[in-house]
């Protein structure tokens, strides 16, 4: 029976903006040690344990790790968590493979590819032999180095990612294979020079991106082909080579590995238009919403998501809201601990007067004076049901519910990675009593309040998480780009290669 390690640090980073990540937001997330980690039966990890049990495995459990996305991590923070992974992959051997559950852009004060750095580490203890796989996010920042120390990379095929345990059953189907003899994995990454957000990255429906993911995932059909991937690469990290495309992975192929991996980037190239999204001024979507008969009015305020990165505080949205008049029933979510805890000091039913928003990360605007009545107090603890935290606990910290007007200001005192409406079901806010509701990431508000929303308007808005990043100013990124110059040439993607494998 094979012996096989597994272990993940997992999360999203932004170089926009957001807070660094410590240890104790991982604390606050998942850090799951050893034996304790053999209990875990959902995402991804959950995914990969099952198949190896089914399979008779003896499954080494080191470490998991993950939290909602934020800044960096910290030197002290990464250096924690990597050296215990590999302590405790070392106190495992003799292993016969590696399960790695990563996101692929995570980065590091110390390590700017965190998850390259972490693969190579892993790489130089196991020695070129020993099969090494890694599920990734679809967003993930896929690095020459990745690519050359993994065996194989595997990443969801969904979005919003409803796949994560499915992910993880195919990660470890395709490793217990190499180890088993019944395949020799080799694989090619081809990228493009394409950087969008994701607001037309769903996989749902039609759509540019849905359809470079059915063309991939059409060829895992093809004999000698063990999985495609496709990358919208997470757009606000400022580094060298940001890039999306395709990954695919054959049997000992390296010619069609780089072939079908090719023709996937150029699918993607040629629908880079339809990814930039239509925007609107907040003022501008607020007006347009009241000329729609009902609610709720999505105001889709993308810039400032957490599960992007953000730190969830920005109060744009909010502002249009009050200066239309602010006599409309509206649902506002702000990241703001200060004025968590004043409401809490007043109490239910207390009037208080805060300033509210941009306190955490205060680049992106400017805190605005609001006074209004406590609707609802309560810790802010939550549990998600789906998705990739699916399982685990949310935690807003102390978190208020303050009616200013007729909004609904939903004020946590921390972050948290936005699902399918588990904030607003804490507080008993309902979102179809309302005519605006303000929702914060790009993605998953289709799938929790598009089915009964009667517009939707994506805004343009200051923040970390912007609905384009055309404007930004990135110092790493080094070449051009679509959409920072919209008159870009085709040119070959750039291609990287298994070093091992095959
Ligand atoms: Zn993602």
Known sequence: MPRLAVGSIFTECNHLGGTPLELGDFERGELTRGNALLATTHGTLGGALATFREAGATVLPTLAASTCPGGPLTAACYAALKGELLARLVDAFPVDGVLLALHGSATAENAPDLEGDLLTAVRQLVGPRIPVVATLDLHAHVTAEMVSQATALVA???????????????????????????????????KVPVITAALHGGTDGPGPFADVMRYAKWHESLPGVLSTSVFLVHPYLDLPGLGSGGLVVTDHDAVLARQLAGQIARLYWARRTDLEPVVHRPDEAVALGKQIDGGPVLLVETADCCGGGAAGDSVASLKALLAAGGDERAIVPVVDSEAASLCHAAGERGQVTVQLGHQVDPRWGTPLRVTGVVNHLCDGRFQYAGGIFDGQLGDMGPTAVLRVGAIDILVASRGTYDWNGEQLQRVGLDPRSVKFLVVKNPMNFNMAFRPFATGVFILDTPGPTPASVRNVDFQQLERAWYPGDVTLAWSEPTVFESAWGG
Do not use: I, N, Q
């Open 156 to 190: 969801w095929e969904t979005y919003p990612h409803r796949d994560a345990f499915g992910t993880g059953s195919r990660g470890a189907r395709l490793l217990l294979e190499t180890v088993a003899g019944k395949c020799r994995p080799t694989m090619a990454l081809a």
